[in-house]
């Protein structure tokens, strides 16, 4: 049986929709299930957001140790902590792209966008290094309120949550189109993008060793690397919204054997949105599907020919 045969009997098994590419970097190889589909990217947007900064960083237009100012207006809903500070805080570059990307924090992420020159510079730089295939239209409080209905939509935060936990999200809205008016990236295509950040195509030196080193400290690692044995190493990045879960980066099997692995799955999560036992059981089968793809991959490339 194929690796490509295997993954997709791992999703069939699972009840869900998969969009899964691997590429074995020192030799070529390369295998996916549905890699040219678009899927909504959710937060896995923030690799392409750190490839921008990252670039901006190499070309001297950007610094690590420039700080912003976290305002009221910055806080965002969803996964992080800055929501939760005071305004006035004063984090650097360096501090906001790593809480961006380790805890996936929306507020960070937000102030990024801004600080690059917005959702354009991002998806511009997307064109301009060949991957057309990445759209990324929104930022995080954006994209989020696509999730809403309009009399929710002005609601102050607090408020909006309270609304969150006795109403349904909408989901046949923009957050969940894989049209190119949405953040949507294609497996093949955000398996391209960390190909180019680890060869130093993008950009090299520190810019890449900053890149590299920010998604080795990703601290949600439930998903691709949920069954790989302790202490093998994964510069990645997940996502999540709705339905949707994601995982994408980069296993390190060795000192010169790595495999870039994505995986975008979606499965029908309307059924469970209020009833919490049953959400947090199909939750688990679906991130244990990912988990039974990543072990699979590892140990197709663990000791490759």
């Not at 511009?124 to 939509?153: D, Q, T, W």
């Not at 991130?287 to 699979?296: D, N, R, T, V």
């Amino acid at each position: 049986m194929s690796l490509a045969e295997t993954i997709a009997g791992i999703a069939e098994a699972a009840e869900i929709h998969v969009g899964v590419a691997v590429w074995h970097i020192e030799s070529g190889r390369q295998a996916d299930v549905n890699g040219d589909e678009p899927f909504p990217m959710a937060s896995t947007f923030k690799i392409p957001i750190l490839a921008t900064a990252c670039r901006q960083l190499a070309g001297g237009e950007l610094s690590l140790d420039s700080r912003l100012a976290l305002g009221d207006e910055d806080k965002s809903l969803g996964s992080g902590i800055l929501p939760y500070f005071e305004s006035g805080l004063q984090p650097t570059v360096r501090d906001l792209l790593t809480l961006m990307i380790i805890i996936s924090d929306n507020t960070a992420t937000d102030m990024m966008v801004e600080a690059l020159g917005g959702a354009a510079v991002i998806e511009g730089y997307m064109r301009e290094i060949g991957l057309s295939e990445i759209a990324f239209k929104h930022n995080c409080k954006e994209l989020l309120r696509y999730l809403f209905p309009p009399e929710a939509l002005d609601l102050p935060l607090e408020e909006l949550i309270a609304w969150s936990a006795k109403h349904d999200i909408l989901r046949d809205g923009m957050a969940f189109s894989k049209g190119p008016e949405n953040n949507v990236c294609t497996a093949n295509a955000m398996n391209s993008l960390l190909h180019k950040i680890y060869n130093g195509e993008l950009f090299d030196g520190d810019a890449r060793e900053i890149a590299m080193d920010i998604l080795l400290k990703q601290q949600f690692n439930v998903r691709l690397s949920r069954f790989l044995p302790p202490g093998v190493k994964v510069a990645h990045k997940t996502g999540t919204i709705g339905g949707i879960r994601n995982d994408s980066g980069i296993i390190m099997l060795g000192e010169s054997n790595h495999v870039i692995l994505t995986i975008f799955t979606e499965w029908d999560e309307a059924p469970y949105w209020n009833k919490p036992a049953a959400h947090h059981q199909r939750v688990f089968e679906v991130e244990s599907a990912m988990g039974e793809i990543g072990i699979a991959v590892y140990e197709a490339f663990l000791a490759p020919d």
